[in-house]
């Protein structure tokens, strides 16, 4: 049973031009979300974090926007630039114990120039 | 500063076989988390450490899987009797501590191919 859910497979995008990328999760008892982007061949990097307490956070080009209600999550890229494109993951935790992270399918992003 | 790193980056094996997977994390991080990444999958939880010991290994498929830290920084993850389902991304990652506010840097990960 898929607790962290990215429903969109992969994405196209021209430059410039924003990209969504969304995130549904399950378990009510997650308070601490993460996206993760990845390269081929290469190990995720961390991309950007929100707690549960905000309903917003925003890092330069990148924004996660977060609903606790609709338990819903969504990466907003603006604006969009080829070296984006990428294997995108979403991945929720409990801040409470040590729980490990608990990882969506990924979103392939393409950006198109 | 040299990042996370995992050996060998690719493993072909025959089923049945026993293969070891190395990692050497961050110096100076103290958690030490294995996932495996199946295709089309994202990144599945296996087993952290904290220091030299298994903090939760409950996501360890079966006994066949086994990982030691025994100086609290080199891992090794070892799967007996492989098998064909075996066969996927084995990635590590390692942060300063422990809890979900620690960012987890991840190694590109090990190939394990199972024939």
């Known amino acids: 049973d898929q607790q962290v859910k990215q429903n969109s497979p992969s994405l196209s995008v021209q430059e410039g031009r924003i990209s969504i990328l969304n995130c549904d999760y399950t378990?009510?008892?997650?308070?601490?979300f993460l996206w993760y982007k990845k390269y081929p061949a290469e190990g995720p990097t961390f991309l950007i974090s929100?707690?549960?307490?905000?309903d917003k956070n925003e890092d330069g080009r990148f924004t996660v926007f977060l609903n606790k209600s609709a338990k819903h999550l969504s990466l907003h890229i603006v604006p969009s630039q080829p070296g984006d494109s990428a294997v995108y993951f979403c991945?929720?935790?409990?801040?409470?114990?040590?729980?490990?992270?608990?990882f969506g399918k990924g979103t392939r992003l393409s950006v198109i120039a | 500063g040299a990042g996370v790193s995992q050996t060998p980056s690719n493993k072909v094996t025959e089923k049945g076989k026993y293969v070891e997977l190395r990692c050497d994390p961050i110096?100076?991080?103290?958690?030490l988390y294995w996932y495996r990444q199946s295709l089309g999958q994202g990144p599945e939880f296996l087993i952290y450490?904290?220091?030299?010991?298994?903090?939760?290994d409950s996501g360890l498929p079966n006994d066949r899987f086994f990982a030691v830290r025994p100086e609290g920084s080199v891992s090794t993850l070892k799967i007996q009797r492989t098998e064909r389902g075996d066969s996927a991304v084995y990635l590590c990652?390692?942060?300063?501590?422990?809890?979900?506010?620690?960012?987890?840097?991840f190694g590109p990960g090990t190939r394990l191919t199972v024939l």
């Open positions: 991945a929720a935790s409990l801040t409470s114990g040590n729980t490990p992270l608990v």
């Open positions: 450490f904290q220091g030299t010991g298994a903090a939760d």
């Open positions: 929100i707690s549960s307490i905000k």
């Open positions: 990652a390692s942060s300063l501590t422990i809890g979900p506010y620690n960012e987890q840097f």
């Open positions: 110096s100076g991080h103290t958690a």
């Open positions: 378990n009510s008892m997650f308070d601490y």
